[in-house]
């Protein structure tokens, strides 16, 4: 699921949630599916929050299509579990992507020419990547 809005003045996942949705989806990514009382119970520990805050959040995540909702029961002893949809990697890889992808779009050569610009920053098997897909480029033209 792309997320609609980046926040460049932000860090890491604020970029692309805001401080309680970031705080869900890291407890979510490592407990993998959990009540709203459950939920509330973890993040309670850290910081006093309101459980109908927790829930707000996490059906919105829902229907922002980040988690999924799954429900047991009848409706007495209903309980309803939220996981997420995708891995932590799953998400920064697509967002990334996404972000990547538009600005070579609207600003092709630009956008190139700064990703050249930061290349001292990448690891060594990132740069023998970028080496085998420019003898691949070169190969076929």
């Not at 979510?28 to 973890?42: D, R, V």
């Not at 229907?63 to 209903?78: A, I």
């Not at 092709?108 to 020419?113: F, K, R, T």
């Not at 930061?118 to 970028?130: G, P, S, T």
């Amino acid at each position: 699921m792309k997320v609609k809005k980046i926040n460049l003045n932000e860090e890491g996942l604020h970029r692309f949630f805001g401080s309680l949705e970031v705080r869900i989806m890291e407890a979510l990514w490592e407990k993998n599916k959990l009540t709203i009382k459950q939920m509330h119970e973890i993040l309670n520990k850290e910081d006093p929050i309101s459980l109908n805050a927790v829930m707000t959040v996490m059906i919105r995540l829902a229907e922002k299509g980040h988690l999924h909702k799954e429900s047991t029961g009848n409706s007495r002893n209903r309980i309803t579990f939220f996981s997420p949809i995708q891995n932590k990697e799953q998400f920064i890889r697509e967002q990334t992507k996404a972000v990547t992808d538009v600005l070579v779009e609207d600003f092709g050569s630009l956008m190139v020419s700064h990703l050249i610009d930061n290349l001292d920053k990448a690891d060594a098997q990132l740069i023998e990547r970028i080496e085998e897909k420019l003898n691949e480029i070169k190969s076929k033209s």
